[in-house]
Structure formats: C-alpha cells, structure tokens
C-alpha cells in the first residue's frame, strides 16, 4: 500500500485531533497555539477565517468566555457547530465584509478579539504557485483583521515559508 501523503496523513495530530471529536487535524494547532499563549479565554467575540471543516471553531467554541460569538466564514459550508455560526463567503470579496458588519450588528459585537486565519487556496500546482496563493490570501485576511479587529486585539495567521 502506498504512503498516506499531504492533508491526508494520519499522523500524531491526525490521531489526536480523532480522539477529541475534533473535524480536522488543524485543530491541534489552536490548541498548541492557545496552551501557549491563551487567546482564547478572554476573547468574547472570535472571527474565524477560512474556517472549514471547522476545527478551530470547536476549539474555540470550548475555549472562550460563555455567550461568546464565535464566527466562521468558508467558501464550503460547514455543518452546524453548537455555540458558533458560521456564513459561506469568499473573504476576498466585499460581500463578505458586508455580511460580517451584518451579523456583528445583529449580535451587539463593535469588533472581534480575535480573528484567526488557517486559509488554503485549492488551486494545487507548483510549489512556488501554491505558496504565493495561500500568502495572497493572507493580505486580504489582514485586510479584514484591520477591519475588524478591536484595539489590543490578536491576529494569528498561517504562512508558507520555506527555509
Ligand atoms: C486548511 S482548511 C482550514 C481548516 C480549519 N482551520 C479547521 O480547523 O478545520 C483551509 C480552508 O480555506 C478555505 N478557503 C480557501 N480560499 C478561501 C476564500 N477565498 N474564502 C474563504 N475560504 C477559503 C478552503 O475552502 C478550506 O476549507
């Protein structure tokens, strides 16, 4: 049988993630992220990029204040996630911000915590192509973090490098 190979590698965090009841491997990245700098616990109001399947959106939902917004945004939908919402839009159109100051209005939130971004363009290709699309994506989740993020708030991307 042939290796397991990309996202789709079972692997230590494959198995752990498995184990919580999270829906992706990624979601061990939050948890990594907020055991070390705990952003999570007094965010009250958390915006979560690129988001599908939604396992930064299960952590967080655990993680944050009670009655907390937690708000994933995907080009895929994302099955329903109790204690978060989530809309299907592309971040780098303005529709998207419309949507978002929408829901925000609607849920007395003047700006978010905490805005995550783990975006991954499915355009597959070269190296070189797919690392400057997922870093594109990263300027228009900045882009929305100017937006929205309030005084003090975090910001946490990912992105590709090579050393
Ligand atoms: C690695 S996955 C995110 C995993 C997620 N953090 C989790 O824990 O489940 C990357 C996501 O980026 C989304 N994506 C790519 N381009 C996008 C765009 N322009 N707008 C919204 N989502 C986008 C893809 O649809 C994909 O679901």
Redesign the pocket.
Known sequence: MGKVKGKHRLDKFYRLAKEHGY??R??WKLVQLDSKFSILRSSRAVLDL???????MQVAVQRVPVGSLVLG????PIAPIRGAISIE????KPECRARVKKLMGEHGVRAFDLVLH?????VGGAWAQEAMSQNA?VIDAVKLATQFLAPKGTFVTKVRVRF
């Open positions: 829906r992706s990624a979601s690129c988001a599908a399947p939604g396992g930064w945004i995907d080009l895929v839009q592309d971040i780098t783990d975006g991954s363009p499915n994506l």
